[in-house]
């Protein structure tokens, strides 16, 4: 079983990456993808955990990854990136950009709240976000935690999602450059979950054409909001582009309990081949 869709503490995850891969060994998922929001930062600590049970029956083969949400009209574009070299600084220098927007943006939607008699404990918020990117999900737990909100759902459907009075926008790149980003760094851009985008098929399958011709190299078919026809219809994209079917669980632990590492809601089945494809695009550009 293998895993390429994985957050950790660094961005909006709750597991260490130490501990994603000690769950993934006792989970029998023999390769993993860390792909935290905006960050390399927990790279280093999981290629090592990696590295650690290597020789040993329940070894982790680990691969580096990121995830970049694009700037696009509607719905929503992330594009994965996996075996880049994280030492790239054009990579680091656009990640970096993102994160700056974040906190910008943070600061936005603090003062919305504010204004809407929700004046959130800033250190409060900080120890829930720990030391990775501070993201919207931080936001809505810390909602909850002071009682003006039930659930992270409900702060979403009321305040934080697109639209909503706490809502606010925050510097994305454009598909070209992520895709471009990803490919200069040794890296393989992957278009992930594309029913985010929420289009029609005709419509996706002219995204993905035009994606590919920017350097993409791979669908996320494999997901586990997919259903079965779904995944189908993708992984034939995918072979019509000649391109990589690559999935993975979106597991970031207790905030969404339902997603098991490697397993999805239970029944995700990535195939293994899919990291020796990826393994055999990666490289100088
Ligand atoms: P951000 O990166 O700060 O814009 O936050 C995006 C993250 O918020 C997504 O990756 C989801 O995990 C979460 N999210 C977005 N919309 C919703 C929603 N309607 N309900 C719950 N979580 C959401
Ligand atoms: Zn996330
Ligand atoms: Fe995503
Ligand atoms: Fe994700």
Redesign the pocket.
Known sequence: MIDLHVHSCF??GDLTPEDLVQLAARSEVSALALTD??TTQGLKPFLAACRATSGTPAAVEGLTGVEI?ADVPHGSM?ILGYLFDPESQPLQRMLERIRTG?DE?NLIILRQLRALGMALDEDALHRIAGEG????????QAMVAQGFVTS??Q???RF??RGKPGYAE?YRPQPEEALRTVREAGGVPVLAHPVSLKVTRSRLVTIVEELVRHGLGGIEAYYPEHAPDVTADLVNTARMFGIVATGGSDF?GQ??PLIRLGRGFGALVVPIEAVEQLRRRAGTP
């Open positions: 961005s909006d929001h905006d949400s992330h974040r943006r990117v501070l993201g919207r999900p931080h936001i809505a992270t759902s702060a979403f459907s934080l999602a925050r970031h905030g969404n």
